[in-house]
């Protein structure tokens, strides 16, 4: 890592907000902002494996369960751990494609019946989706088969764009930015789950107080505009 670059690593949820701030962390670090990941991933290229590995990386934005095991292994600094916005899941379909119904948990579980095809993500959406929601209606058996993990950082926005899934949840914040994708809907408040992502200083950075400094402005009143913007929900106010 060069002297002057700062590093970091954020999963999808956070990234829109976190690119659209890039100018004023650019000022506040004055450093050169390189972006290591935009994804939690899968893999040998996932931010886990390559933290693990002793990657040099200056901060860390994750869901909070995933930062907690990061800092249970050593990887980020505890006593950085800061709790930055919460997000919730949406649906999306390709653009010009009608809108699903999923205004009440019977109209979401008819649509997830009737897809031909549904595409979710390595993360905590993908997790919710399959290990729990899928349960909790009733409808596993009928729809697993028919849904596919779309990992190694691929947003799930763009297998539907490209027409290979017929609907995909993700994050709010992950399917907003992206092209080609219509009718981006939040599931049912009975069903939603809303998930904290957080922030820490990687055990690796080069310069801990730099770090230390711009979680405390994710976290801060200046970086609410961009967090609203891109579909999360800010904690400071």
Known sequence: MAANEFIVMTSGAFTAAYVELIPQLEKLTGKKIVTAATSIGTGDGSIPSRLKRGEVVDIVIVADAVLQGFIKDG?????????????????????????????????????????????????????????????????????????????????????IARGEAEIGFQQMSEL????????????????????????????????VAVARAVIKFFASADAVAAIVKSGLQPLSK
Do not use: C, N, W
């Not at 997000?87 to 109209?107: L, N, Q, W």
């Not at 789950?193 to 200083?201: M, R």
């Open 75 to 159: 990887l980020v600094l505890a006593d950085s751990y800061t709790p930055l916005v919460q997000s919730a899941i949406g649906m999306a379909v390709r653009a010009g494609a009608a809108k699903p119904d999923i205004g009440s948990v019977e109209a979401l579980k008819r649509t997830l019946l009737q897809a031909q095809s549904i595409a979710y993500s390595a993360s905590v959406s993908g997790e919710y989706l399959t290990q729990e929601l899928y349960q909790q209606l009733g409808i596993a058996d009928q729809v697993m088969g028919k849904s596919r993990l779309i990992g190694g950082g691929e947003r799930v926005g763009a297998v």
């Open 176 to 207: 907003m930015p992206v092209p080609g994708i219509a009718h981006i809907t939040p599931l049912p408040a009975e069903v939603q789950k809303v998930s904290l992502f957080a922030g820490g200083v990687a055990a690796t950075s080069g310069d």
